[in-house]
């Protein structure tokens, strides 16, 4: 009897009787990769082989066996979903799990095993170009919005993978920095979300990153892999190599990684094609355990967690069949745009505009037209259809308001990606002079100006493989606007970027829109947004510094750091935590986001004075909507510790609730923690502590911007 095949068996013994039926051959098979995105299944026991795609939002097209041009499939154009720093923008846990669900259903239809995705690195620094991969800068928002996605991708019998374990947190030489950082940093900032995604979110995969970490490739290293991932969180799930992130047979078996994954050659090199059998973990393995250099106590275990990897993807029975480019995906790519964006000024309410007022818009930006969901690196997609910001808005204004468009800077003319190309021609032989001036010219004349700039995919902008130059605008941007905002006062800029960016014009602007990268459903979320549609709810899951040594990466002088070293000298103080620290200014502070409407806070009360260890204690404020429309409102609870032993920032996120009000309508909104969320991390107890004092709790419509706040003791 084969009981491997037989679903009514547990998992544990269908992959002890799987194992015990294959040979060292196949079981070295399964362990690295056969192609660029799959590896080997036993074709003799009828166990299927098991294949990955990117990305973390939207299913990449189909590349070649072995190579990373397109293969040109006709049918793997799909829904490109907005990118996560949107989905963390939206502050809204179900939000999360509709995504992954919907993420998963594309993945699950295109028969993908694993979906390479999500990130969670933390935002250490604005020039990370993969920041617009990831969820922000607070390990408390990534944690809890990174686990409804997960649980959704899987809930299709798809694997998510979560990425990029751990500390990759730039592309600057991404594949040999060591990153030196302190444990209490370490466990405070960089592994929650990661601990989330394994013990709340209970990811069957996860990927290993470039850097280097104590010296050891974080692809196998005893640290992150054997101590910090499977001893202390009990993670059963596969390792998968970041993409030639795999350097050394000896500690790819011993240091924790299952599955082998790369390009053209074993590690980062370049070598020949379909070299697989050449990888860390294939033949030199195997030549290994023949001579007897190596036993297979370790292989045995990586193949049982890749068999049962197999047990909950390809070889699952009743897993549902997934759908591409549905209804429901587009309904919920749509609401996940319009509930990320974020209005971060809107003086004189110049938003929403009435178009039915509105005789003549002018639209300026090459980002109002250039499409975006090509490039970037690996998250790149072929999309079924994206509606471009200037697209959205035409359809939206009908034949009410005249749109009229010019593109006022040349950015990225480019519009391919491995080869894929979006069909945009954005050759432009104008000088930056006469594109200016026709882009003021136009403005003078029209009721309202949209310019819709920011950044995009392009190699040192927003985009994998390499960081920005600056926190700057590039391409002449803020002259542009300045030029704009001095001729038309009903002047709204829309940012599309996946970073902070400065905006030394941001007092000379009265409208400003964080814009993300949306995906297929871009121009109508911004579109309806822009009308007055939807009311904006959005908050920021990063600072937008004013300069960029108000971070504190920057500040202290370690990035992107030399001789391949970088070590993390702000420790815990990153985003919010370093500018309350210092008393910087932000230009535009974490968790700010404006509204339509207008919320009113009550004064928060605490259901007890004092709290012992075992105790929850839950704080309780009214909120109103004192505006004339409905709206959604993020409230904030943020833990400050008054006294403690070791410094501590001066407020920590610890709650959120979305509420959504009608207008004069008011709720009652209640947040409950425990000692967790007072304590920090002692590296010298290897634990996490709660000192007895006093503690406040303060609630706040931002980091920066706090409606008021109660005191409490821990006994
Ligand atoms: C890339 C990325 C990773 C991606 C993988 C496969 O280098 O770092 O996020 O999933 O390789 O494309």
């Not at 026991?45 to 070649?64: A, Q």
């Not at 190599?241 to 500690?251: F, K, R, V």
């Not at 002079?433 to 403005?443: I, K, P, W, Y």
């Not at 409208?511 to 579109?527: D, R, T, V």
Request: with cysteine; glycine share 10%; aromatic share 10%.
């Amino acid at each position: 009897m084969k009981n491997y095949l037989d679903d009514t068996k547990s998992i544990p013994e269908r992959v002890e009787d799987a194992l015990s039926r294959m040979t060292v051959e196949e079981k070295v098979g399964m362990i690295h990769a056969q192609s660029k995105f799959s590896s080997a299944g036993v074709p003799r026991l009828g166990i299927p082989e098991i294949w990955t795609s990117d990305g973390p939002h939207g299913v990449r097209p189909e590349v070649l066996w072995d190579e990373w041009s397109q293969a040109g499939w006709t049918n793997d154009s799909c829904f490109a979903f907005p990118a996560l720093t949107c989905l963390a923008a939206s502050w809204d846990k179900n939000l999360s799990l509709l995504y992954g669900i919907s993420l998963g259903e594309e993945a699950r239809y295109r028969n993908k095993n694993v979906l390479l995705g999500p990130g969670v690195n933390i935002y250490r620094t604005p020039l990370n170009g993969r920041n617009f991969e990831y969820m922000g800068e607070d390990p408390y928002l990534s944690s809890k919005m990174v686990v409804p996605y997960i649980k959704g991708v899987q809930s299709n019998g798809v694997a998510a993978c979560v990425k990029h374990f751990a500390l990759n947190n730039q592309e600057v030489d991404r594949d040999k920095v060591n990153v030196n950082v302190d444990d209490r940093t370490l466990y405070e900032i960089y592994l929650p979300a990661f601990k989330a995604a394994v013990m709340e979110g209970g990811t069957w995969a996860i990927m290993g990153s470039y850097n280097l970490y104590k010296n050891e490739q974080c692809c196998h290293n005893q640290y992150l892999l054997n101590d910090i991932l499977r001893k202390e969180w009990g993670f059963e799930g596969v390792v998968i190599s970041d993409w030639g992130g795999a350097h050394n047979t000896l500690q790819s078996i011993t240091n924790g990684l299952d599955m082998e994954f790369g390009t053209w050659a074993p590690g980062m090199a370049w070598g020949k094609t379909n070299n697989y059998d050449n990888y860390y973990l294939a033949k030199p393995y195997l030549a290994m355990i023949k001579s007897g250099e190596a036993g297979t106590k370790e292989l045995d275990e990586k193949v049982r967690r890749i068999l049962r990897l197999e047990f909950l993807t390809a070889m699952a029975k009743n897993k549902p069949f997934g759908a591409m480019v549905s209804e429901d995906h587009i309904a919920a790519g749509h609401k996940i745009a319009t509930d990320g964006i974020v209005l971060l000024q809107n003086k004189y309410n110049v938003l929403p505009i009435d178009l039915s007022k509105a005789k003549k818009i002018a639209v300026i930006g090459e980002n109002a037209v250039k499409m975006m969901t090509v490039g970037g690196g690996s998250s790149s997609l072929k999309a079924k259809y994206e509606i471009s910001p200037l697209d959205g808005l035409k359809k939206r204004a009908g034949t009410q308001t005249e749109i009229v468009y010019a593109r006022g800077y040349v950015g990225d003319a480019s519009s391919t990606a491995d080869g894929y190309s979006t069909g945009q021609d954005l050759k432009e032989t104008r000088s930056a002079d006469e594109l200016l001036t026709e882009a003021v010219n136009l403005a003078k004349g029209a009721d309202y100006v949209i310019f819709v700039g920011g950044l995009n995919k392009s190699e040192h902008q927003d985009s994998e493989g390499a960081d920005r130059l600056g926190l700057e605008l590039p391409y002449n941007q803020d002259k542009l606007i300045s030029e704009l905002a001095k001729v038309n006062k009903n002047l709204v800029v829309v940012n599309i970027s996946g970073n902070a960016v400065a905006m030394p014009w941001v007092n000379e602007v009265p409208a400003i829109i964080q814009g993300w990268f949306l995906g297929s459903e871009a121009g109508n979320a911004i579109a309806a947004v822009l009308a007055g549609d939807v009311n904006p709810s959005g908050k920021l899951p990063f600072t937008f510094p004013v300069k960029l040594n108000d971070n504190g990466a920057h500040a202290l002088g370690e990035y992107p750091g030399s001789n391949g070293q970088v070590t993390y000298n702000e420790g815990i103080f990153v985003g919010y935590r370093w500018t309350d620290k210092q008393k910087i200014k932000p230009l535009f502070s974490f968790g700010h986001g404006l509204s339509y409407t207008t919320f009113e806070y009550g004064k928060v009360t605490a259901d007890k004075k004092e709290m012992n260890d075992a105790d929850k204690i839950t704080f309780t404020v009214t909120i109103k909507n004192t505006g004339t429309r409905e709206g959604s409102e993020i409230v904030q609870l943020y833990i400050s510790d008054l006294k403690s032993s070791l410094p501590r920032p001066v407020k920590e996120l610890k709650g959120f609730e979305k509420v959504n009000l009608k207008a004069g309508e008011e709720k009652v909104v209640s947040i409950t923690v425990d000692k967790a969320a007072l304590s920090f991390f002692d590296a010298d107890k290897h634990n996490w502590v709660a000192e007895a004092g006093d503690f406040e709790a303060l609630i706040g419509a931002s980091s920066a911007d706090v409606r008021s706040k109660v005191g409490f003791k821990l006994k």
